[in-house]
């Protein structure tokens, strides 16, 4: 299929964009590495009237560190972020995993964000880090944590007359360590099950994509052995998963209770 007719303009800076947004509203739809909105638009689920296309924007492409964040523009490619010498560590294990590296190349990190899928693997990381969103209108701009942002299945917080100008990751701490694992049918295919691990001397921090409607993330003390398998059979149990016509919710929680294995014992492993 073909996409319905939309007008185009390119948009060179956040406020010419967010100027944009509150004259269209939900009748734009912001174009950056257009990997996911394409796709949407071929199918006709979304039929704007405008595309705001910032995928020039010098403003926008822009990585720097911020205090203890690494924030990332809008119109940085995930490519651009994983060959960053500043690249947050979990996002270095999780990017070998987004499909493949021609995606990348023109796919981008708040573009994935903003898209909210929940099997992807970025909307996990930021929710894992405790990452931050930032959005931008014509009324001036605010800061959503990630647990606030992603508020359901390809839903989130963002207003329609709000631009996704940047994304925040927290650099490491001290003493903390890293894991991830995900299982999908194929290599590029986004994941039945996904686990982040965030973890220091105190306890990690467990989120899972791929099993509910957005990310969730979950604190656990520091455990080994049968206490550890109880308390990932308690989250898989906790969480709202469904059977699907490929995948049922019994495997899916299998998955969830292996993965995390594997996450968590990588993360010990570290230095």
Excluded at 29 to 36: F, T
Excluded at 184 to 193: E, K, P, S, Y
Aim: hydrophobic share 45%; charged share 20%.
């Amino acid at each position: 299929m073909k996409p319905a007719a939309f007008d185009y303009v390119r948009a060179d800076s956040a406020e010419v964009a967010a100027a944009l947004l509150q004259r269209y509203g939900e009748g734009a739809r912001i174009l950056a590495g257009g990997q996911s909105l394409m796709a949407v638009l071929n199918m006709r689920l979304a039929q704007p009237e405008l595309l705001i296309d910032i995928s020039r924007s010098v403003e926008l492409a822009a990585i720097s560190v911020e205090g203890h964040a690494l924030r990332v523009g809008a119109a940085v490619t995930q490519a651009q972020l994983q060959a960053h010498p500043e690249v947050p560590p979990l996002l270095a294990l999780a990017f070998p995993h987004i499909s493949h590296f021609q995606i990348r190349n023109r796919g981008t990190v708040c573009g994935s964000i903003a898209h909210a899928d929940p099997s992807a693997e970025l909307p996990l990381c930021l929710v894992a880090l405790q990452g931050t969103v930032h959005l931008r209108s014509t009324r001036g701009v605010r800061q959503l944590a990630a647990a606030d942002f992603f508020t359901g299945l390809l839903s989130t917080a963002r207003r329609a007359d709000e631009l996704v100008e940047a994304v925040s990751f927290p650099r490491p701490a001290t003493g903390q360590s890293f894991g991830f694992a995900e299982h999908v049918r194929r290599h590029g295919d986004f994941a039945l099950c996904a686990v982040a691990v965030v973890a220091d001397a105190k306890g990690m921090r467990l989120a899972v994509g791929g099993l509910s409607d957005c990310p969730q993330a979950f604190e656990l003390p520091v455990l080994a052995d049968a206490a550890l398998d109880d308390a990932l059979n308690e989250i898989a149990w906790s969480l709202q998963v469904r059977d699907d016509p490929h995948t049922s919710a019994a495997t899916r929680r299998h998955l969830l209770r292996r993965l995390a294995r594997q996450a968590i014992q990588s993360a010990r492993r570290q230095p």
